[in-house]
């Protein structure tokens, strides 16, 4: 588990260049680093080392020096692939997954990708061909971001975005379109950054360079293709063996591995399937907010020892920061903040935890999927009828009810733009000095919803999930969290062998009207006591709605929107009066402040502070 950086560009200083690059990842791997540069292109690495300690130094070469190869994450299925390239007459000096990409690249070029099962991220230089070849995981696990200098066409690559602030030919400017997406999602989705012209190498694609030009493709694409003939009981069934196989495989490691543990089924059930010898856990001293008693009791019934961690409301706020610094881009959903602590506390004693990301989109965990269930006489009512309705309801205060009327007055494919829909456009255009319309929501879910026609709402929904609230939010706060601790996270459940068997479960043994992931937590029940196999999904619960009410809280934001930032992009009216309505309880609108204030935070240590 690693960064890697590079450019592809000659230059006369590319030695310090990529030096001063490397050096802004180095949280990603404090253990060693490394560096090679041929002709045009320059390659680095930081090191977190988990497999073959000593052997695995890299760049690595192949056997005659012709590829090197910078890589970030781990494949799991290396040892048979070495195996396969053994007999085909490759040699290999390390026990590393590394030096599986540099033969099976030699092997069967492109067509490795298809191959692997793993999360990761590489970039391989061809010396014979000059040519760079990158590529990012199925599921987009690991990040990979690039960049195309418009002046010289140099090509700059990386695990963050912050290493390329150290290339001369990087110019920082603020992508302002991409403000109205977040409004919308609470996070960057897509393949655009906030940052001009840097783009996300989307999952199961690849990049390539070669005489100055980039092209990219994809290897795979995800499907769900239910098979309605198997039982629940044998869905169940199969589920345990595959999850038992996934977790046995990402414990492959020199160093100790450990599980994070929420009260929730996902990471309980990995505890319990892992056999790890710590967890871990943070809550707050407010018991409505705090999971680190269960976490004890649920421990010390699968004889594993927990450290707990309990938040300030101070340290938490003190950390905002630093916390969208190593983001790289602003990311509004309050458990990130929380997600970094568990794995500081972590990585006080572990290299490697195991983490429950993914279950919720491969098995049908959001409460969200409960609604084609809820009040379905609805959706037979004439759509003119509902779109009159939800337009008068639309007025309204946004209570229970009222949602409910606003989003049924929509076919899903234009309510629907994944798990969180925070302000729509009207409100956007009340909010934003600037407001556009250029980019809306829709605009990316509606390809998505494309590719699903004919296939039952909840799967609509969780491929919707699966290509834009996964990947942008749930596994990038993963990502950088760990990182920015120096710990790897492994996540079992986003596997491809997993995947394999969850894309094949129909709807009806994931989801009705009273319970989520149904096949999941019968395949959990045989591992853990029932009543935690079935207990309520709660996310990540951070006490952010009661801080925006107390006076020393809703002052930093308050102060925040007096900021020049907040003038330049908000109508600063509209703001305070948005605080001021959820401070007196007139309206809960504390996730709207949130989205805003996180980006402040977030402008002010890209764009203010450096």
């Known amino acids: 588990m690693c960064g890697i950086v590079g450019f592809v560009g000659a230059r006369a200083d590319m030695q310090e260049i990529l030096q001063q690059m490397t050096d802004l990842i180095a949280h990603r791997g404090p253990d060693g680093e490394g560096h090679f540069i041929d002709g045009p292109a320059a390659l680095g690495h ?254 010390e019934k699968i004889g594993v020892k927990n450290f707990a961690y309990r938040i300030t409301p ?71 009828f509902r779109r009159a309705v939800g337009a008068v309801a639309d007025c309204l205060p946004p209570v229970h009810g009222i949602n409910f009327l606003v989003r049924r007055s929509r076919p899903l494919e234009e309510r629907y733009i994944g798990n969180t829909n925070l302000m729509d456009e009207r409100r956007k255009k009340r909010l934003l000095k600037h407001y556009t319309g250029k980019v809306l929501p829709t605009d990316l879910s509606r390809p998505l919803f494309d590719l699903t026609k004919g296939q039952d709402p909840v799967t609509r929904m969780e491929y919707c999930d699966l290509n834009l609230w996964m990947v942008g939010d749930i596994l990038l706060k993963a990502d950088k969290m760990s990182m920015a601790n120096s710990l790897e996270l492994r996540v079992p459940f986003l596997d491809r062998k997993v995947f394999e068997l969850a894309c094949r479960i129909p709807t009806e043994c994931k989801v009705n009207a009273n319970q989520t992931k149904i096949a999941m937590r019968g395949a959990a029940e045989k591992t853990i006591p029932a009543r935690t196999a079935d207990k309520k999904k709660l996310g990540f619960p951070v006490p952010v709605r009661a801080w925006l009410r107390d006076e020393t809280y809703a002052a930093r934001v308050r102060e925040a929107f007096r900021a020049p930032a907040a003038a330049e992009f908000f109508n600063v009216k509209e703001l305070n009066r948005m605080l001021d309505q959820h401070i007196s309880g007139k309206r809960d609108n504390w996730r709207q402040i949130w989205c805003v204030f996180i980006f402040l935070v977030w402008y002010d240590e890209y764009f203010v502070k450096r």
Request: proline fraction near 4%; glycine fraction near 8%; charged fraction near 25%.
């Open 46 to 299: 930081r090191r977190l080392s988990i497999i073959d300690l000593e052997g695995g130094k890299q760049p690595m070469f192949n056997e005659d020096g012709s590829l090197a190869v910078v890589f970030n994450g781990e494949i799991y299925n290396f040892q048979p692939l070495r195996e396969e390239l053994l007999a085909a007459g490759h040699t290999f000096t390390t026990r590393c997954d590394t030096e599986v990409l540099l033969h099976g690249y030699e092997q069967w070029g492109r067509e490795l990708l298809t191959r692997l099962r793993g999360m990761f991220t590489f970039a391989l230089w061809d010396k014979k061909t000059q040519t760079l070849f990158c590529a990012r995981d199925h599921f987009g696990i690991k990040p990979l971001y690039y960049y195309v200098a418009p002046e010289t066409g140099t090509l700059m690559f990386g695990s963050e975005i912050k290493s390329f602030l150290a290339h001369p030919e990087f110019k920082k400017e603020l992508n302002a379109d991409q403000l109205e997406l977040y409004l919308s999602y609470q996070y960057s989705p897509g393949e655009n950054t906030f940052f001009k012209g840097v783009k996300k190498l989307l999952p199961a694609h690849w990049l390539e360079w070669k005489d100055g030009k980039v092209e990219t493709g994809r290897y795979w694409q995800p499907a769900f293709t239910p098979d309605h003939e198997p039982t629940l009981a044998e869905w169940e069934d199969a589920i345990s063996d595959a999850m038992q196989e996934s977790v046995a495989a990402h414990k492959i490691a020199d160093v100790e591995v450990g599980s994070f543990l929420s009260s929730g089924v996902d990471s309980s059930y990995m505890a319990a399937l892992a056999h790890v010898d710590k967890t871990f856990t943070v809550g707050f001293a407010d018991k409505q907010y705090d999971e680190t008693d269960y976490a004890r009791d649920f421990s």
């Open 314 to 384: 101070e340290e938490y706020w003190q950390n905002l920061g630093n916390i969208q610094y190593h983001m790289d881009e602003p990311l509004a959903d309050a458990a990130s903040a929380a997600l970094y602590f568990v794995n500081r506390e972590a990585a006080k004693q572990v290299k490697v935890c195991l983490s429950g990301e993914g279950a919720d989109e491969f098995f049908g965990g959001y409460n969200i999927y409960k609604e084609p269930f809820t009040v379905s006489w609805y959706d037979k009512l004439p759509l003119w």
